[in-house]
Each structure stands twice: as C-alpha cells, then as structure tokens.
DNA sequence: GACTCCCGTGGAAACGTTTCCATGATGTTT
DNA sequence: AAACATCATGGAAACGTTTCCACGGGAGTC
C-alpha cells in the first residue's frame, strides 16, 4: 500500500483509460456517459480508493458549501436542540455543518464569522449575542444569514426562525394568574441581553389582566449559574410575599427550585415555580416542574431550510414564529394566604 | 456596491500595485515583505473586503484542514460536552470544526466519515458505533482518526481518549457495597453495545468483594428512553428485595428514579439510587442523587490535542485514561432489611 | 571599486476540480 | 444517399491560493 497522496481524477482517468472530463461527468452526474465507461470508471475510483475533493470543487465552483452554526454554548440543551435540528436538516441536503460556540462574546462571534467566510459556507445560523454592529458586517460578508432562536432587533434584512417565546410566556403568565396568583415573581435575562420579549409579554399579559406589576418583582439576571441563583434567593429572600416564580430559563429555574429547597420552602404549597424551556430534568424534579416547551429542534430545521432551501423568500416577511407548548406539571397551585 | 464576487488575491494585488505573491506573502505571515508593501497591501485588502479563501489554501497545500466531530447524539449531556471540548481546543489551534450526528448507525457513521474524507479535514473525532469494519477502513480513509469517550477493541491502531469508566464504577460499587448492599441492580447497556467495560467494572469489584453477582439483577437496556424505562420497570418489580440500583448511563437514571417514584418507593430509605453521569438534574432531583462524573468536555480536548497536536505520539501506549469523580448525594443509604 | 550576499519583489507553475468547446462516431430525417 | 441532429468523449482553461525560482538593487567586505 503505497497511496500515500489521496487519488485524484487525474489518477482515475489514467487508470480507467479515459479522459478526465469523463471522470469528473460519472461523479458529477452531469452529461452523458455511456454504461459501460461509468463502470470502468467507477471500478478504477474503488481500486485506487478515490474520493473527489470538496476542496477542488468547491474552488471551481465558488462556494465551499456547508453551512455555518454558530450558538452561545453547545451544551446548553436548547442550543443543542436547534443544532441537532440543523444537523437533520443539512444531512437530507447533503450539506456538512461547521459549528462554534461564541460564549455570548461578541467579539468572539465576529471572529468566527469571519472564519466561516474564509471557509465560503453557503449560509450561516447564528443564535446571536449583543452586537449589532458586527452583524450588520456579517450580514454583508456572507450570502446569507439567519438569526435562529433569537434576534437583534437592530439588525435589518436578517430572516430569523423564532420560538414564540412571547406566547409562552404568555401563557405561563394566565395560568399563575388563573391559578389566582397575583404577587409573580419574574426571574428574566440582563438589561444588556439581546431581547427581552419574555419580560415584557408578561408585562403585558399581566397589564391585560388587571394584575399591577410591582417593579420589585421583576429581577433580572446576568447569564451563568451563580448569577441565576443569586437572583432567585435576592428575590426569595426579599420578598417573602412572593406566591410564584416566572423563571425566563432552564438556568433560572434551576436556581428557584434550588433557592426553594434550601429555604425550606415547599413547592408548590409555599410557592409555584414555573419555567421557559423544557429540559429534561423538569420532569424529574419533585414535584415535576410546569415548563414551557421551546421547539428547539424545529427552529434549528426551519432555519437551515430557510439558509439553504428558500434564498428568494429569505427576509420577506417578518420572523419565523414556532408555537411553544405549555406543559403543566405539579409545580404549581393556588397561592398560599401568606408566608411566614 | 457592486461588489459581487467575494475580491480575490489578484484584485488585492492589482489595488495595491504589487504582484499577487506579495499578497500571499502578507497574509500568510511567511517570506519578507517591507513595512510599507505591507501596509499598501493591508489598506487594499480592507478596502476591497478580501479575506483569503480557504479553499484556494486548501486546495494548494493539500488539506482543508479543519477536524471532524462525529457523536451519536449531540443532544446528549455528555456528547454535548466532549463537542465543547473539541470547540475549545480546536479554537485555541485555528482550527475549525465539523460535527455531525450519527444517531448510534454504523451505516451514517460510515457516511459521515467518507463526507468528512472528502473535505480533507485534518483529523476525525468520534465515539463510535458498533461496526468495526467501517471503521478500519476509515482509519485508512483519513489521516488521522481518534476515538473519545467510546471504543471499538476490534479496531487497532486508532489512538482513544477515555474517561475511566471501569474505575467509576468500580467506586460507586464499593461505595454501595461499603453501604452494606449485597442485592445491587446492574442497569446497563444492550448486549450489542460496543463496549461493555461497566457491566465488566461492576461484576469484577462485586467479586473482589466476595459478594456473589445474580445474573438476575443484571439487566441490559437497548438505547433510547422507553427502553431504559422497561428495564427498570422490569428489575423493581421482578426483584423487590432489590435495595441499590446502579444505572451506567443519565437515560437509565432517569428511569430508575422515575420507575421508584412510580413504584411508591422512598430513595433512599428502600432504595437506593446511583449513576453514571453527573448530569445538571443529578443536583435537582429529590434526593439529589449519586452520580459519576465524567470529564466529557476534557475527553474531547484531548482528543483534539491527540488528532492534531501529536500526531507522532498517536497510536503509542494505550488509550488515554481521564479520572472520573464519584459525587456522594443523597440518594444513597443502608439497606432496608425487605422491602414489601 | 569590484565582489558577494541578502532582501524585497514578481512571474509562473502547480493543486484537483468543473465546464465550455471541439471532435468523431453513431443514428435519423428527407 | 446526403445532410443533419445526437451522443460520448477528450482537451484545455479557469477557480484562488502557495511556493519555487529568478531578478534587481543596496549594503557589507576585501
């Protein structure tokens, strides 16, 4: 076994005793080749273990082909969701998937933006941080871009695939509120975060209702676990009044059931807890945790048909909205007359 | 703008009023290029938005770069943090990364690998499946392949990076046994899997111990959820003098604590519950539970190191073992006399 | 002051494809 | 039977780089 070099075309040609055109015809699809030359070639590729390089196709035909994801964090399980949706997505395509997490750096997303370019994938899905500046870059670098999960508002002419977080949120507002709650404490993302519409669909919702938001109950967050669960306890603590909690995210659900548990709080006697994002232990948890379900794996999807599938349709129209589930477990109940 | 095409080293060149090796020398940091030829060349290149492609690279130095991440799942907890590691890694070398899932088939591992072969990416990462014989010829196929997190025995000459399972379990036994149980629940993976190194751990320690191993408690899951769930069903109800139940993956967990719950059965007052993976509902679950901790994300950093860093170390010695840590919670305790 | 040496530079040949065009050999129409 | 459309095929140019080689000139050495 000496093929130390991969085989090329031209190594093909040569052993099947036809010209390099007819080779690239028979991988390609392209033109016509009669049946008994495509099997000449086809058995000379097996013998010499041929593989056409992306790499010289890609530059003949400019445009490297693959497609670009870009998420906060690959462990994050919406972020792996939507990835795993994209993957599914690429794979019915053909495409092959570059994926980099940006850690919510901006900076650090312009630098992969930049890589991707160099790389000349067809598209980019980008769940995106906090600068706008830098996309609107992007947007220009790259054939096409879509925002995935979550937007920057700010940045025009980027088509972008929701979950109707919004709606969610809504609906998780109506339900404490049915449940007769009327002190709901809101566990929500930074001032500096991308987009806060959970915080202001359940300002809203409760505006709608007739329920007076107190501004003391809304607190937010910086992203990360120990912010998280420093918030839950400054609310908790401060608020001892408090009948249940809106946690915004997995992370923040996480630190209010924490929080209660440690503050011997019962749930849901003492306190209902609700959260944005079914993650897998909601379930387990005791008692189960009311969730909502974002549909990760379909906005991942949508996106990559949308980035691959639809460039004449991509920016007409607003955002892409996927409809959330409200998944009612045992972690919430009527509001107890008073605690402590 | 009328700027269609991406500008190329020739555009760069003629705007500069240099010759294109110039260029190339510029970018790539080689040769000698006086200050002020670079600075020309540098504001030409801004001007025109030019950023070299990688395919142009590529092409020439024969390999894409670029290394290959191939997982079963990248939802799964610990998938998702050995791709972490890989992305960190990778982004300290430059280098970028294509992932992709192959849902535990052999036949799209193999897809993917031949993909991947034809980017001519630097290296491939994977956990594999069951099928040798792809494999083999993989490790042919590209330059380098390593294992992580998973192994194939079958397969020689394929460098692994592991976390140290067999010694996991092996400590979660002893700490069970130390308990003062003697009818312990082995919930593992099919018989099918490709390797079996915690049914293995599990039944050596248990005989260095001198206590006998039933083969009657020792169940094999196929993957997924609802098998985990039967398996567990199945071991609880069948055995109810049962009184630890050691499950070698988070999806086995899950059932066996969700079975218990089902089941009416205090943890740990009449059974006990320990796993393999210390995933982020471990901590939430009540009682928090007793877990392994794998070190998924360094598993993928060193492999990455290994495919790209070393490839003169490669393939020497054995696989390279990571430490896992044995997270002692509360749902662990001495042994109820009988259940029932 | 002639020699060597090195530095900055440009030309040109690869790298492995795709694709346009030309060519010869068939088969089809009048 | 002659002209013509059709088909299978090969040659060659391009795609955007890197890199070898050659060339000119300024500085250092004797």
């Given at each position: 076994?000496?093929d130390?070099?991969?085989?090329?075309?031209k190594?093909?040609?040569?052993?099947?005793?036809v010209?390099?055109?007819?080779?690239?015809?028979?991988?390609?699809?392209?033109?016509?080749?009669?049946?008994?030359?495509?099997?000449?070639?086809?058995?000379?590729?097996?013998?010499?273990d041929?593989r056409?390089?992306?790499?010289?196709?890609?530059?003949?035909?400019r445009?490297?082909?693959?497609?670009?994801?870009?998420?906060?964090?690959?462990?994050?399980?919406?972020?792996?969701?939507?990835?795993?949706?994209?993957?599914?997505c690429?794979?019915?395509?053909g495409?092959?998937?570059?994926?980099?997490a940006?850690?919510?750096?901006?900076?650090?997303?312009?630098?992969?933006?930049?890589?991707?370019?160099?790389?000349?994938v067809?598209?980019?899905?980008?769940?995106?941080?906090?600068d706008?500046?830098?996309?609107?870059?992007?947007?220009?670098?790259?054939?096409s871009?879509?925002?995935?999960?979550?937007?920057?508002?700010?940045?025009?002419?980027?088509?972008?695939?929701?979950?109707?977080?919004?709606?969610?949120v809504?609906?998780?507002?109506?339900?404490?509120?049915?449940?007769?709650?009327?002190?709901?404490?809101?566990?929500?993302?930074?001032?500096?975060?991308p987009?806060?519409?959970?915080?202001?669909?359940?300002?809203?919702?409760?505006a709608?209702l007739?329920?007076?938001?107190?501004?003391d109950?809304?607190?937010?967050?910086?992203?990360?676990?120990?912010?998280?669960?420093?918030?839950?306890?400054?609310?908790?603590?401060?608020?001892?009044?408090?009948?249940?909690?809106?946690?915004?995210?997995?992370?923040?659900?996480?630190?209010?059931?924490?929080?209660?548990?440690?503050?011997?709080?019962?749930?849901?006697?003492?306190?209902s807890i609700?959260?944005?994002?079914?993650?897998?232990?909601?379930?387990?948890?005791d008692?189960?945790?009311?969730?909502?379900?974002?549909p990760?794996?379909?906005?991942?999807?949508?996106?990559?048909?949308?980035?691959?599938?639809?460039?004449?349709?991509?920016?007409?129209?607003?955002?892409?909205?996927?409809p959330?589930?409200?998944?009612?477990?045992g972690?919430?109940g009527?509001?107890?007359?008073?605690?402590?």
């Open positions: 076994m000496t130390r070099r991969p085989a090329t075309i190594d093909v040609a040569a052993s099947a005793g010209g390099i055109a007819t080779v690239s015809r028979v991988f390609s699809g392209t033109g016509s080749v009669s049946a008994a030359t495509r099997d000449r070639v086809l058995a000379a590729a097996r013998a010499l041929y056409p390089s992306a790499l010289g196709r890609g530059l003949k035909t445009g490297g082909g693959g497609i670009g994801v870009i998420v906060p964090d690959v462990t994050d399980p919406f972020c792996g969701e939507l990835v795993a949706g994209v993957l599914a690429a794979r019915t395509l495409e092959h998937v570059i994926v980099d940006a850690g919510g750096d901006p900076a650090r997303e312009a630098q992969i933006v930049e890589r991707l370019a160099g790389q000349r067809a598209g980019i899905i980008a769940m995106p941080a906090g706008e500046a830098d996309w609107r870059g992007a947007a220009r670098v790259c054939s871009v879509v925002f995935a999960g979550r937007v920057l508002p700010e940045v025009p002419g980027v088509p972008s695939v929701l979950a109707d977080d919004a709606g969610g809504r609906s998780l507002t109506e339900y404490l509120t049915g449940l007769g709650h009327r002190r709901i404490g809101f566990l929500g993302a930074a001032p500096g975060s987009s806060r519409v959970r915080e202001r669909a359940f300002r809203d919702t409760l709608e007739g329920v007076p938001v107190e501004e109950l809304v607190v937010a967050a910086r992203p990360g676990r120990d912010a998280a669960y420093a918030a839950a306890a400054g609310l908790l603590q401060r608020r001892a009044d408090v009948t249940a909690v809106l946690a915004a995210g997995h992370l923040l659900g996480e630190a209010a059931v924490l929080v209660a548990r440690g503050l011997d709080l019962r749930v849901p006697a003492d306190v609700a959260m944005v994002d079914d993650v897998a232990w909601a379930e387990l948890c008692p189960p945790l009311t969730a909502i379900a974002r990760g794996h379909d906005v991942g999807y949508r996106a990559c048909e949308l980035v691959l599938r639809e460039p004449a349709r991509r920016g007409r129209g607003g955002p892409v909205l996927l959330t589930e409200l998944v009612v477990r972690s919430c009527p509001p107890r007359a008073q605690r402590r």
